[in-house]
């Protein structure tokens, strides 16, 4: 059984940083895509970053660059999202997704760590 | 990058009824690559359809996705009751960003 499981999000104030995790088992880590997804009030469903599975083709959102980082462990099945500066707009639930075998949709899905940004 | 609009924005149905929703994108999805999921309150979205026509693992039959170009529909025959819920479409024809529509909300009539 596939199972993502997120951790790290939390309340963080304007301008910090936190780093997610997203603990993967039940699949073939190293092989797939992998990619981070969040929802906000704002904003609805957005994707934010997604990663090969060797790291060889790396991709951040516009919107989101120069703040927000993806990378991949695969010796510890592990995806991580590093993020700074930290804004209220970045509030919302962050979702870990493996990347489907013949495109960039989302077969499985995280619980989702949800990431409060408030003074 | 390629918006998503999907409508209704809210459908009124009732268990057993036929559902149809519509996501139309701004211009031509690369490939038919667009999917389509399920989200119920508290929980993640689940991959319902992707390629605009295959259903993934485990999903029923009474869920079906159709269309091409820019024009795409997700139909649902004989809804049951675990059917209410959001629906949003996806495209990820081409390079990011792989932009999602703002969700439709079938709700028990």
């Known amino acids: 059984e596939v199972q993502l499981v997120e951790s790290g999000g939390g309340l963080v104030k304007p301008g910090g940083s936190l780093r997610l995790s997203c603990a993967a088992s039940?699949?073939?880590?190293?092989?797939?895509?992998m990619n981070w997804v969040r929802q906000t009030p704002g904003k609805g469903l957005e994707w934010v970053a997604s990663?090969?599975?060797?790291?060889?083709?790396?991709y951040h959102a516009d919107s989101l660059k120069g703040r927000f980082t993806i990378s991949r462990d695969n010796a510890k099945n592990s995806l991580y999202l590093q993020m700074s500066s930290l804004r209220g707009e970045d509030t919302g639930v962050y979702y870990c997704?493996?990347?489907?075998?013949?495109?960039?949709?989302?077969?499985?899905w995280g619980q989702g760590t949800l990431v409060t940004v408030s003074s | 990058e390629i918006v998503l609009t999907q409508s209704p924005g809210t459908l009124s149905l009732s268990p057993g009824e036929r559902a149809t929703l519509s996501c139309r994108a701004s211009?031509?999805?690369?490939?038919?690559?667009l999917a389509w999921y399920q989200q119920t309150p508290g929980q993640a979205p689940r991959l319902l359809i992707f390629?605009?026509?295959n259903r993934a693992t485990g999903i029923p039959d009474r869920f079906s996705g159709s269309g091409s170009g820019a024009d795409f529909t997700l139909t649902i025959t004989r809804l049951e009751p675990e059917d209410f819920a959001v629906y949003y479409c996806?495209?990820?024809?081409?390079?990011?960003?792989?932009?999602f529509g703002q969700g439709t909300k079938l709700e028990i009539k």
């Open positions: 997704a493996r990347g489907g075998s013949t495109g960039s949709y989302y077969r499985d």
């Open positions: 039940g699949f073939t880590f190293r092989v797939f895509t």
């Open positions: 990663i090969s599975g060797g790291s060889d083709f790396i």
């Open positions: 211009q031509t999805v690369a490939n038919n690559y």
């Open positions: 390629g605009a026509s």
């Open positions: 996806q495209q990820y024809g081409s390079s990011p960003p792989f932009t």
